[in-house]
């Protein structure tokens, strides 16, 4: 029997060719779109009547828009991002505490592990509004995503960097032929994926841009750039897809135009990985197909979006084209634009819902038009405000309730594997490596702060705490809940001893040389630092608490004696705890 959804009364923001922005009726049949009423001629009434089992939806006060597409997504790491700082991405693939975790969740008796960090990662995209991601972790199959979320009907396309993991993809799913920057390219390399080329729909996702060693060292192997011997093998088409190509030309871009090659960009990973400032402009108002992934740092593709923007110049960014880079453009790039991507009629009913009645007044929403409302989203709204995922004509958030029945505990899961994780990967011998190669033998209380990378297992804790809340349901948090303390009782009791770290970010910043150079106002003052705090020497007191003591006892003041030698300063040493055994 047909099942019908009709949603009335929301602003729908279509993303089409028209870029139609309006208060709509939408008409879902089964998985599908059917009906858009761009002329409010649809009497919903009569279409009741004869299809009294029909779901009716108010929509009034929330934002429609087409479910997100995350271009670039790496899983594996998800549960860990803290053994990403001070990384770039010459050193990216090199990182011992990464190599180390990703054995370790190579080993067979953690197959589980691995399939569980997978679930927690496809529900939080999901809860951000993503309904279909290019899983770019490369440890994972088909097979193995048969029972990840399968109550979902979230799009999952793999980048198989081995050519054989997978022979049987889901109808609805694309398998992408992966190539990495570490792997050499070379001739054999070259004709190996000419051959996956013309023997099958095969596309290509390669990672090969983002070296510049590597790409010199193919230069001069090949006496021309990678981008001309790619394009003399025919290999950049528009079933190609760049990933973070970072050191291209100003030729080898007019390359890409001419050729439909698609581009996907991780901005975060950009500000963090690349050693000089990007122009993220160069991409944006290119004719490219510009996409948007989160990479190895980013949260969700919408926050990427917003970190975008906050870098291009305001007068000249177009909100609606940022929009279509987590949409349409991404649909482009797989090929199934006329699948998905946006609100049109007889595509699949893959809609968000953006709820504004949280807001206490709609003064300052705009006309009703694509790009002020694109405008209005990015610039003012946040995942929390999505309160309804619908993915393939299914409701799997819905009024802010997981509608999707789990069988794992999210909170307990990402908990007891990211402190397996840090085990794993190492993490006390990788913080005092960084110790060591700075050649530091002092430590204070300074923050070192990275607006982009999140921090270790507490910040993950964090994060899902304000998206699962109680009983695993979404809360919606105001901005102020961030600055609240989190409750770490929940957690189970091998990681209990983590709780007491404030920061990972916090306790593990080390001086570099330039530091020590300038000595603190406040050693003039007798304080002395601490790796925790500052504290004034034991047994002596401040220049202002004697002079409080003299006026409250009524004694004249005295004349201060002259001052005597400075005394070498001296700093505090403590051992630094990670939250793990000696072992």
Do not use: W
Not at 26 to 33: A, E, L, Q, T
């Amino acid at each position: 029997m047909d099942s019908f959804i009709i949603i009335k009364n929301g602003i729908v923001l279509t993303l089409d060719k028209q870029n139609r922005a309006g208060v709509y009726t939408i008409v879902i049949k089964n998985k599908k779109i059917v009906e858009i009423d761009f002329e409010n001629r649809f009497e919903i009434g009569k279409f009741i009547e004869r299809y009294p089992q029909t779901k009716l939806i108010d929509a009034q006060n929330k934002i429609i828009v087409p479910g997100f597409i995350n271009s670039n997504c790496y899983s594996t790491f998800s549960f860990n991002k803290l053994f990403f700082r001070k990384c770039t991405f010459e050193t990216l693939k090199e990182n011992p505490a990464l190599q180390l975790v990703d054995k370790y969740l190579y080993l067979v008796e953690n197959v589980k592990k691995r399939k569980d960090i997978f679930k927690v990662n496809y529900l939080k995209a999901i809860l951000a509004g993503e309904v279909n991601v290019i899983e770019s972790s490369g440890d994972i199959s088909f097979e193995h995503l048969d029972d990840v979320l399968s109550g979902s009907a979230i799009t999952t396309n793999i980048v198989d960097y081995e050519n054989n993991k997978s022979t049987n993809p889901p109808l609805d799913a694309k398998i992408f032929s992966g190539v990495r920057g570490d792997e050499q390219v070379n001739m054999y390399l070259v004709n190996n994926l000419k051959n996956l080329t013309n023997s099958a729909d095969v596309k290509l996702f390669l990672e090969v841009y983002q070296n510049e060693k590597d790409l010199t060292e193919i230069k001069d192997l090949f006496r021309k750039s990678l981008i001309y011997v790619l394009k003399d093998y025919n290999l950049l088409t528009h079933s190609t897809i760049l990933a973070n190509p970072i050191y291209l030309s100003k030729n080898e871009f007019d390359v890409l135009n001419s050729t439909s090659t698609n581009v996907v960009l991780s901005p975060s990973d950009i500000v963090n990985f690349y050693p000089r400032n990007f122009d993220f402009r160069n991409f944006i108002y290119s004719d490219l197909n510009v996409s948007i992934g989160t990479g190895f740092t980013g949260k969700n593709v919408l926050s990427e979006v917003k970190l975008v923007a906050t870098l291009c110049s305001k007068n000249i960014r177009n909100y609606e084209s940022l929009l279509k880079m987590i949409t349409i453009n991404g649909a482009y790039a797989q090929g199934i634009s006329s699948l998905t991507g946006t609100v049109e009629k007889n595509k699949f009913a893959n809609l968000l819902f953006f709820d504004l009645n949280r807001f206490d007044t709609f003064a300052s929403f705009p006309e009703i038009d694509s790009e002020k409302v694109s405008e209005y989203i990015i610039e003012n709204l946040t995942n929390e405000n999505i309160s309804d995922v619908i993915v393939n004509g299914s409701f799997e958030i819905k009024d802010y309730q997981i509608e999707l029945k789990l069988d794992f505990n999210p909170l307990k899961t990402i908990s007891e594997i990211s402190a397996e994780l840090y085990k794993a990967g190492n993490y006390l011998e990788y913080a005092e490596k960084q110790k060591f190669s700075r050649k530091q033998e002092y430590v204070n209380d300074e923050i070192f702060d990275n607006a982009y990378v999140s921090g270790g297992l507490e910040e993950t804790q964090r994060e899902l705490l304000v998206e699962f809340g109680e009983e695993f349901r979404i809360v919606k948090k105001e901005q102020d809940d961030f600055s609240q303390p989190i409750d770490n009782s929940f957690l189970p009791g091998s990681v209990n001893s983590l709780s007491y770290i404030d920061s990972y970010d916090r306790d593990f910043n080390f001086l570099t040389e330039e530091d020590t150079k300038e000595i603190h106002p406040l050693v003039k003052e007798g304080v002395k630092f601490s790796a925790k705090k500052l504290s004034f020497e034991e047994g002596e007191e401040s220049s202002s608490e004697v002079k409080e003591k003299q006026k409250e006892a009524g004694h004249p003041k005295k004349e201060e004696p002259a001052p005597e030698p400075k005394k070498e300063v001296q700093f505090k040493k403590v051992k630094l705890r990670f939250g793990f055994g000696e072992d």
